[in-house]
């Protein structure tokens, strides 16, 4: 029987474990880290709930020690695409029926299992399949997938609070129904919890999905469904269909049922699938809505009263972390002239001091590019910077594949501030600076808001507040996740909902109501208790 008016309290955050040097934690997670690094584990496809395994595979690697393999993982060819839509679509008469409440309840225990029993699997498994930190792991795969799904089942319990006002011999509600169809989710490499988030936000809502990760972080992934499942999820709800991108897209995004696209990944392949689906509008049962996080080009504007200390560790952090392959990671810097000698000296020392190395690894502060490809990409933007006469390597402009994927952190002072390092996402440990006259401050700001086109993360930094209040209001457009005096990375669920605009995508907030409310197609209901028995008006009357 459902007769209460349920309410679901915002969490707290998880709390960010320290892994101190004998922790329990710690040796939790090492011998975690000990086991998965020793065996190999087959992935299948998970179709309906049920394991296929298509024969055809391919090898998940460390990419900091690409000789180890961790997984082989079977690959979809379009028949099991095929299945997986019918799957969904099955599952969804259910799924998209149950009261809401149960649907939060399996992700609440989901939340809990990864807090609990599944802490360290989730957390090695990022390590190692994506070459994490432990601490980079922890923000990412244990906590900020908690987060997500927590605040999730929160703000679906305020929407379904959302109702329309009744008037006189009328009753009016609002059914907030599960999207006629699938959703297609498509989830990028970098972090563990996009993945677990582009499915079980859409799922919270009363919808079913196809999901396709990406194939180099088919590992955490993999266990991220294995949690779910054990958590309550019926089969079909989520179909786990790893494979090639343009194979599974092309057959997904075909299909009359397709309702909405939950998209993080690069702005090429979001304006690809945009495109197809315009092309395919008219085939469609309803229009696909569609959500898309993209790339980032994030800047760092120093206004002169900025503090360099301040400034030097913050770019560090915020543009190498994760090898900066973080859609919000800075990659290009802005510096008035007074304050580079200053800021540069403390830049170079501390890229210079980074240690790099295997995850297992606790002092390394940096590990490896993800892979072979984005170390081409990185290395090649890397090796322009020292061909030209209009920039100069200040630190780092060193790599190495021979083990794993390695880059120094490295720093490009140009003196071109259209640069092609200043323009182009990267996905990469390399932050370009330009230097700035003093005087020229709003010709700088002016720079920044233009030169590329991404509107991600920016960060501000100085101690006049009545100038980064200007900075602030000029910088309007340029970021949907904006900093005073911090780094432009490390948003928080439920703390600083997430997303850009302009080509950084469609800033549906990840985390928030905001995304929840695209999983929804609300339905009015209106009842009249008494009719009228004329159909003429009181107007018409002599
Ligand atoms: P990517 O675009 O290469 O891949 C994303 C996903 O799309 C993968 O699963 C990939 O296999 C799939 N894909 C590729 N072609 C496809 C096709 N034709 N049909 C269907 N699926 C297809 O991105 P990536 O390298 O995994 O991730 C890095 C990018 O993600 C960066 O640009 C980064 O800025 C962005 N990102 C953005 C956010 C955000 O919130 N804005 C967060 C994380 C990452």
Redesign the pocket.
Known sequence: MNNAVYNFQLPENERIYDYLKGSAERVALDNELKRQATEEVEIPLIINGKEIYTGVTQNVVMPHNHSVVLAKYHMATEKEVKLAIDSAMNAHKVWSNLAWTVRASILLKAAELMATKYRALLSASTMLGQSKNIFQSEIDAVCETIDFLKYNASFASRIYQIQPKSAFSQLNRMEFRALEGFVFA??????TS?ASNLNMAPVMMGNTTVW?????AILSNYYLMKIFMEAGLPAGVINFVPGS??V??NEVLQSKDLAGIH???????FN??WGTVSQNLPNYKSYPRLVG????KDFIFVHPSADAYEVAVNAVRGSFEYQGQ??SASSRMYVPKSLWPSIKKLLVEMAEDIKMGDVMDHKNFMNAVIDNKSYTNIVSYIDYAKSSSEANIIAGGTYDDSVGYFIRPTIIETTNPRFKSMEE?I?GPVLTVFVYEDKDLDRAIELCDTTSPYG?TGAIFGKDRVALASLCDKFRYAAGNFYFNDKPTGAIVGLQP???SRA??TNDK?GGEFNLVRWVSPRTIKETFVSPTDYRYPYMME
């Open positions: 498509v989830s990028p490499f970098n972090f996009i396709k990760p990406a194939t180099t991108g343009p599974i897209g998209f993080t990944g690069s702005n090429g392949t690809h699938l996080e993209t790339g980032g973080k859609c996402e996905f991600l997430f997303g850009g950084s995508g990840a």
